[in-house]
C-alpha cells in the first residue's frame, strides 16, 4: 500500500490542524492506520490508531487528537486540537495489520511524513 500523508504547517500554540492520509494499492479497510510523530533528535513515537480494536491514543494527545477514516475515499485524518509547541514533530501515517498496534514494528507501510511545526 502507498501512502500520502499532508496538512502540516506552522501554527501557533492553541491553535489546530487536520492531518490527510491518501491510500492506494491495496483494499483500505482491511488496515489498521497509525500516525507516528518523530521529533528532531528523537525516536519514533506513537501518537494514534484506528483499526477494527477501535481508536486508541497516546496519553499525551488523549481529549485533543481525532483519528477517523474515510473508507470511500481511502483516507485517513488526525485531527489535531491545542496544540502545544511540544507537538511540533514529523507526522507519518502508516497502514499495519487488521487491529494496528502501537509499536512502529506493527506497521509496514510508511508514508514520507508531513512537518507540524507549534510556535509558542
Known amino acids: 500500500v502507498q501512502l500520502q500523508a499532508s496538512g502540516g504547517g506552522l501554527v501557533q500554540a492553541g491553535g489546530s490542524l487536520r492531518l490527510s492520509c491518501a491510500a492506494s494499492?491495496?483494499?483500505?479497510?482491511?488496515?489498521?492506520m497509525g500516525w507516528f510523530r518523530q521529533a528532531p533528535g528523537k525516536e519514533r513515537e506513537f501518537v494514534a490508531v484506528?483499526?477494527?480494536?477501535?481508536?486508541t491514543y497516546a496519553d499525551s494527545v488523549k481529549d485533543r487528537f481525532t483519528i477517523s477514516s474515510d473508507n470511500a475515499k481511502s483516507t485517513v485524518y488526525l485531527q489535531m486540537n491545542n496544540l502545544k509547541p511540544e507537538d511540533t514533530a514529523v507526522y507519518y501515517c502508516a497502514a499495519g495489520g487488521l487491529f494496528g498496534g502501537t509499536r512502529v514494528a506493527d506497521f509496514g507501510s510508511w508514508g514520507q511524513g508531513t512537518l507540524v511545526t507549534v510556535s509558542s
Open positions: 484506528i483499526s477494527w480494536n477501535g481508536n
Open positions: 494499492g491495496r483494499t483500505f479497510s482491511r488496515f489498521g
